[in-house]
């Protein structure tokens, strides 16, 4: 729960890199969060009448800019640009594309929008053991 937490108190915060698990925790309790409202909303409207959507729809406006937000940062973890956004407007394939953008991995150290927000340095070359300095061949000793 705190990583819906945490994308919500970045409200607006469109600058550096969100992981792909806080992207997708928040994604988890969003669709949540919105299916109980809708099935609050459905209740209260009663039979044989048209559903409202008054609860859902004031939850959907109040986190659409978070929503925007956590996707711009988490294209930015992908080393990808927020403007990759704008593939959502394609119809069906757009969808598709920034699926399979949030779903690839970080990018492994800093890249252009921050610092990898799981802690996990660029990877270092292979350290070699150090070699040991050849030994004087050793002589048996004199009687």
């Known amino acids: 729960m705190h990583y819906y937490i945490?994308?919500?108190?970045?409200?607006?915060?469109?600058?550096?890199?969100a992981a792909r698990k806080e992207f997708w925790m928040f994604f988890l309790f969003h669709v949540i969060i919105l299916s109980v409202l809708s099935i609050i909303?459905?209740?209260?409207?009663?039979?044989?009448q048209m559903s409202a959507s008054v609860l859902s729809s004031i939850y959907s406006l109040a986190v659409f800019?978070?929503?925007l937000a956590v996707g711009v940062r988490r294209l930015h973890d992908t080393g990808r640009s927020g403007w990759n956004m704008l593939f959502g407007l394609i119809?069906?394939?757009?969808?598709?594309?920034?699926?399979?953008?949030?779903?690839?991995?970080?990018?492994?150290?800093?890249?252009?929008?921050?610092p990898n927000p799981k802690g996990v340095a660029q990877p270092a070359a292979p350290v070699e053991p150090p070699v040991a300095p050849p030994s004087e061949?050793?002589?048996p000793p004199v009687a």
């Not at 919500?8 to 469109?14: R, T």
């Not at 690839?104 to 929008?113: A, H, R």
């Open 6 to 17: 945490d994308v919500i108190k970045k409200y607006a915060v469109f600058a550096g890199r």
């Open 41 to 48: 909303d459905d209740a209260m409207a009663g039979e044989g």
């Open 65 to 67: 800019v978070p929503c």
């Open 91 to 114: 119809p069906f394939i757009g969808a598709i594309v920034l699926i399979v953008f949030y779903v690839l991995d970080s990018q492994p150290g800093t890249n252009k929008y921050g």
């Open 137 to 139: 061949p050793q002589t």
